[in-house]
């Protein structure tokens, strides 16, 4: 599934000292809730992302563990306090193991 | 309530007979409901006592007419200074096959308590969010939201 699997991330580049700014982020993912049936009767297996973790400058700041509620291609949004220029590094794991990142510079004034 | 829930079942017993397609097609297909016993058991799983009513505020349509995708907004009335934050928000659908929803971690690096994300619900239902704060207290909202389609295709 790697090859599909695709994350967007919207996070401001410039901000002001102490600002708190709107980090969005969404990666596609069908997020199979392991309720569903095949034609012939079989439960299709759980494969969902399950962790969702961000750090700042190597420090977390916003964790999240999804259950098999959350709809298809999460979208999560969160707001962050910003002291300095540095870089956010956003993950997500998925029930197979399978870990995608993505991260995104930001310069503070 | 319960009728709703036998009512709905049966349909979807009917709709399972009627084409496989449409089961292979249906996310919740001929399970039993989580309830609202099984969601308050899910934040009891927090420890602590009962949370108290207020401070949560949970943003999200009075109707989702799809209920594969419900956007919910949820802010927490905190200062999120290392003297007082929001630790940890819960939340729990009452009617969805598993109670679970999402678990949040949060620090006074957030600056402010808000998180937006989208949810899958089967049917019209409360959902719940508990707050835990750095000193153990908690607060709670609930809203019920209802659903024209289900998280289920039909």
Same mark, same amino acid.
């Given at each position: 599934m790697a090859e599909t699997v695709e994350s967007r991330l919207r996070v401001p580049a410039t901000a002001k000292k102490g600002e708190i700014i709107d980090i969005k982020t969404l990666i596609s993912h069908?997020?199979?809730?392991?309720?569903a049936k095949d034609a012939s009767g079989k439960t299709i297996p759980r494969d969902i992302i399950n962790t969702f973790t961000c750090t700042y400058n190597g420090k977390q700041v916003f964790a999240m563990k999804l259950e098999p509620a959350i709809s298809s291609n999460p979208y999560i949004s969160f707001p962050v306090r910003v002291d300095a220029s540095g870089t956010f590094d956003f993950q997500w794991v998925d029930d197979n193991g399978q870990v995608y990142k993505d991260s995104a510079p930001i310069t503070v004034s | 309530m319960i009728p709703i829930y036998i009512r709905r079942r049966d349909a979807l017993v009917l709709a399972g007979r009627g084409t496989a397609l449409a089961v292979a097609a249906?996310?919740? #297909?001929?399970r039993a409901w989580a309830t609202p016993a099984d969601a308050q058991a899910a934040l009891a799983a927090?420890?602590?006592?009962a949370p108290q009513p207020g401070k949560v505020t949970i943003g999200a349509?009075?109707?989702?007419?799809?209920?594969?995708t419900v956007p919910i907004v949820i802010d927490v009335?905190?200062?999120?200074t290392d003297a007082s934050y929001v630790k940890t928000i819960l939340v729990v659908a009452?009617?969805? #096959?598993?109670p679970g929803v999402a678990r949040f971690d949060l620090s006074p690096a957030n600056g402010r308590a808000h998180v937006e994300f989208r949810i899958r619900l089967a049917q019209t239902e409360n959902i719940t969010a508990v707050a835990v704060m750095n000193d153990g207290s908690k607060y709670s909202a609930t809203k019920n939201i209802k659903v024209t389609i289900g998280g289920c295709g039909g």
């Open positions: 069908p997020m199979v809730s392991g309720q | 249906c996310l919740f #297909p001929q927090l420890g602590g006592g349509p009075e109707i989702a007419e799809n209920g594969n009335d905190s200062p999120m009452d009617g969805n #096959p598993l």
